[in-house]
């Protein structure tokens, strides 16, 4: 009997992670674990571990590390614990490895998943972030290691299923696709008051209406950063330029999105808002699994909107079209400007509507360059940071003397 492919999920504590592990647990016969990882957070993981008994279990901080370690150490000590970035990037290029969860969020995420796309995996990519620093440079180790890139983000998944046959991410541009419908539920604050957003505390901005998402994602969505992300995301996946995508506002969130076709043809894929779908799609493609998903009732959907977004509410969109138009390091500038700005929200250091300013600035501020090697990739990342956050204590100094 073949043995079952075998998986690192990285980021399996979070919300991806946890969604694939339940998809894997209802396809036990299907799948294997062998790598999971997570930053810190020790009792989800030993409970992950117990019950998906993987050969290695990795976390990003030492302390954390050694507190699993322990834990594992009487019920489970045949799973081998790890710490830190480079054991990250070796499980996620094991040779028993065939598939890695890129479920990691932000740019902590991307050696790791470059990892996999180098060593052949099928990659299944829910780290946006790392496609948007690294675009290019990753999508030429996704061909040089031979692996498959299939998206999981709900939104390029959904493309990636109305796409012609045959197609896959890197397989140059799709034949006959005119355009792409990227759509947006417009979050939290679609409709809020503009003089009010100011006010927005990190807990409004994570209750997003439909999905159930981390916080940093949570934040990105109610900014819209998280659609000018996915606009950069999916014209690297798509080979497509931004003239060929269009964002449009639907608030229901039950198409995922839309690709339009010579003929006049428009393919969309719709179902509940749960990235379990997703998840099992890019997981078992081009076959089906159960994803523990219920079944769309149309008849209680009833009603699909659609508007433009409107780039006065959510700057955040605009910065991301105007970074991807300046090239070079400009995208990876803008992400880590953004993780920075949005951090700092979270932490109730700055207001909601600071964060597109914060963005902004640091993107005036850096010298943009080409992208073209990892080092300077993570090096305009550090050096995003270190402006964003300058930017930031600036803010706060301004605002204590004020
Ligand atoms: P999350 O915050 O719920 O989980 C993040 C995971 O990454 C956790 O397991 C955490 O331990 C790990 N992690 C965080 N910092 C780390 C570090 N420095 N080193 C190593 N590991 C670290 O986030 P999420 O919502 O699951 O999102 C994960 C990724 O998937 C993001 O890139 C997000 O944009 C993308 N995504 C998420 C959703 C969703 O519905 N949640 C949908 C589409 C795309
Ligand atoms: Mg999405």
């Keep these: 009997m073949k043995e079952r492919p075998g998986i ?88 028993n490895v065939d598939c890695v969860m890129a479920g990691i ?90 003089d009010q957003l100011s006010d927005i505390t990190p807990e409004q901005a994570c209750r997003h209406p439909n999905w159930d998402m981390g916080r940093k994602i949570s934040v990105d969505s109610a900014t819209m950063m998280n659609k000018g992300l996915e606009l950069i995301e999916a014209c690297w996946l798509f080979s497509v330029p931004e003239s060929m995508l269009q964002v449009l506002i639907h608030p229901q969130s039950v198409i995922h999105s839309m690709v339009q076709y010579r003929d006049g043809s428009v393919l969309a894929q719709l179902g509940n808002p749960d990235m ?56 990876a500038v803008l992400n880590a400007a953004n993780e920075v700005a949005v951090h700092a929200f979270l932490e109730g250091r700055i207001n909601f509507t600071s964060i597109p300013g914060v963005i902004e600035s640091t993107l005036a501020e850096v010298t943009l360059r080409d992208a073209d090697s990892f080092d300077v990739i993570l090096e305009e990342d550090a050096l995003a940071r270190a402006c964003a956050n300058e930017m930031i204590a600036a803010r706060q100094r301004k605002r204590a003397n004020v």
């Design 276 to 331: 379990r779908t997703p998840i099992a799609h890019s997981l078992a493609w081009p076959e089906r699994i159960d994803a523990g998903v219920d079944v769309l009732d149309m008849l209680k959907t009833a009603r699909l909107d659609f508007e433009p977004p409107d780039l006065q509410r959510f700057p955040c969109l605009r910065l991301a079209q105007e970074a991807w138009r300046a090239g070079g390091t400009a995208s």
């Design 105 to 194: 969020v932000g740019a902590a995420g991307l050696l790791p998943t470059v990892e996999a796309a180098k060593s052949g995996k099928r990659v299944l990519l829910a780290n946006k972030e790392a496609l948007v620093m690294s675009g290019s440079l990753f999508m030429q180790q996704v061909q040089a290691g031979g692996a498959e890139l299939l998206p999981v983000d709900s939104e390029h998944n959904a493309i990636f299923q109305c796409m012609p046959q045959g197609f896959l991410a890197g397989s140059g541009q799709p034949e006959g696709v005119v355009k792409i419908l990227l759509t947006a539920s417009g979050g939290p604050f679609r409709t809020t008051a503009l």
């Design 8 to 95: 690192t999920v990285l980021g399996a504590t979070g919300s991806i992670g946890v969604s694939t592990l339940d998809v894997i647990r209802r396809n036990s016969d299907r799948y294997r674990v062998v790598a999971l990882t997570a930053n810190q957070d020790v009792d989800r993981l030993v409970a992950q571990c117990l019950e998906h008994r993987p050969e290695f279990a990795v976390m990003a901080d030492e302390d954390a590390a050694e507190q699993l370690q322990g834990r594992l150490h009487e019920q489970a000590p045949d799973i081998e614990v790890m710490s830190g970035l480079e054991a990250l990037v070796k499980v996620a290029g094991l040779e």
